[in-house]
């Protein structure tokens, strides 16, 4: 679509922000046989940090090109041992920027083939540390210091996300990477998750003197299980919990520090949490342990019990879907507010996923509040292809993958083309951050069906670069 105007991603850096890449595939090479990737930095290998940092080992050009050189993949690994062990940062980086070298006529191309790269391989979550918060943070920061180093604007890559947090934009994370969108030429691009049928989410509206029971399903042989509620640090609850036994503890009342108490062969950890320095919401979270190998099994009930109501309006999170067996789930889901986080981050550019073989929405993607807020805090922004999209792999082979993993790479390598038509090729020197967004959504494509724009499902519509660039 985009022939006429023949944009490639020359003069822009595309960065993924992921599980390493597999650097000596063909799609990362340029004709010449030498390396696409301006800079790498390995988070896992500790040895040589980039300057100012204190984790991991920054690998440069001239490592990797001498890395390339040798023949023989052992003397590789010993120049430049960094590998990509899941495959996944390999594929998302395939989509946004491969060439199409390492397939037959470049039929496998990505959006930008002709980008830069920048990689970040996030450092391993220590045990029992956060998911890789202050990995992702430091991981940004050094993507947008090396794009202003070599002067050149840079569309950032971030496919995943995880459900901890309030979902409101606000948490340390979040905020973030919106104050760090205003600095130097760059768009953030966020995959909105893949939990909008994982039954992980619930609301509710707390009324005065109403008691509000929530129903939990847990699935046999579940190991491990929390719960994170969110209100309004303004409303007043007690906590009970009532076991799958039909053993009643509580009501708990708030107290700051953890309360622990005893349903069957499942001890409960109850915490009442503070407003933060990010975040106005209260947390009460619940951490389910086994006395055993497994937590009883069953329907548990969260029952709320309001002693004081002002809002009302109450979210319950579980993990995300991939951790826990399936069919551990709220009874009576709500699928809106089920965006993982940093995807919630207002700035970034917030990516679901559709089948572009159907034309249809694809369930799984993560969802929006429900529409009626600020047309600002619509999420998603937009949706791309993310049902069975072939793309290459670790070694060379290619495969299909599900998920707005997938989707999100085709948005940040569109970004990297509005870019280059606006910033290097002289049409707009102001075409990045929140204009880039603008743009990406007046150029979507409406879905058949769907009447009512901006939507919690699909945002503004599908990805349409030839739409997006101004006539």
């Not at 993924?16 to 896992?44: C, E, K, M």
């Not at 039954?199 to 399903?217: C, F, I, N, P, Y």
């Not at 209100?231 to 039909?246: A, H, L």
């Not at 190998?293 to 999170?317: A, C």
């Amino acid at each position: 679509q985009t022939a006429p105007l023949k944009l490639f991603g020359a003069g822009i850096l595309t960065a993924v922000i992921d599980s390493g890449i597999d650097y000596s595939h063909s799609d990362f090479r340029n004709p010449d046989g030498t390396t696409r990737i301006r800079a790498l930095w390995d988070q896992s290998i500790s040895g040589n940090p980039p300057e100012g940092y204190f984790l991991g080992t920054e690998y440069t050009q001239e490592q990797i090109n001498a890395a390339l050189s040798e023949q023989v993949k052992a003397r590789q690994e010993q120049i430049v041992p960094s590998r990509d062990i899941s495959g996944h940062g390999t594929s998302v980086a395939g989509v946004a920027a491969g060439n199409g070298r390492g397939s037959v006529g470049g039929i496998y191309m990505g959006v930008a083939p002709q980008s830069e790269l920048l990689i970040v391989k996030l450092g391993n979550p220590r045990q029992g540390g956060f998911p890789r918060t202050t990995e992702l943070m430091q991981g940004v920061d050094y993507v947008l210091r090396k794009a202003l180093e070599y002067r050149m604007p840079v569309a950032i890559n971030i496919s995943f996300g995880n459900t901890y947090g309030s979902h409101e934009g606000t948490s340390l994370l979040e905020r973030y990477l919106d104050d760090m969108s205003n600095y130097w030429k760059s768009v953030i691009c966020v995959g909105s998750g893949n939990e909008g049928t994982s039954a992980g989410h619930t609301s509710g509206m707390l009324k005065e003197r109403e008691e509000q029971r929530v129903e939990l399903g847990v699935q046999q042989r579940e190991p491990a299980l929390n719960v994170q509620l969110w209100k309004s640090y303004v409303d007043e609850v007690d906590i009970s919990v009532i076991g799958p036994s039909g053993v009643r503890v509580g009501p708990i009342s708030e107290r700051l520090g953890t309360q622990r108490f005893r349903i069957g062969g499942t001890e409960i950890l109850l915490y009442y949490g503070k407003p933060s320095p990010y975040q106005t919401n209260q947390e009460i979270y619940f951490d389910f342990i086994p006395t055993g190998s497994y937590i009883d099994s069953g329907v548990w009930q969260i029952v709320l019990t309001p002693r004081k109501v002002v809002t009302g309006i109450y979210q319950m999170w579980l993990p995300s879907q991939s951790v826990l067996n399936q069919g551990t789930a709220f009874l009576n889901p709500v699928s809106s507010d089920t965006l993982t986080i940093p995807s919630t981050a207002s700035r970034v550019v917030t990516v679901g996923a559709y089948d572009a073989r159907s034309f249809s929405y694809a369930d799984f993607s993560g969802r929006g509040p429900l529409t009626g807020e600020s047309a600002s805090a619509v999420k998603p922004d937009l949706v791309a292809p993310g049902v069975n999209v072939s793309t290459i792999s670790v070694g060379g082979s290619v495969m299909q993958f599900s998920g707005t993993s997938f989707s999100t790479p085709f948005v940040t390598g569109s970004a990297a083309l509005l870019m280059e038509w606006g910033i290097v090729r002289g049409n707009d020197s102001y075409l990045y951050g929140e204009k880039v967004k603008a743009y990406l959504r007046r150029g979507a494509e409406p879905f058949p069906g769907i009447e009512k724009y901006p939507n919690e499902m699909v945002g503004y519509g599908r990805l349409c670069l030839a739409e997006s660039i101004p006539k």
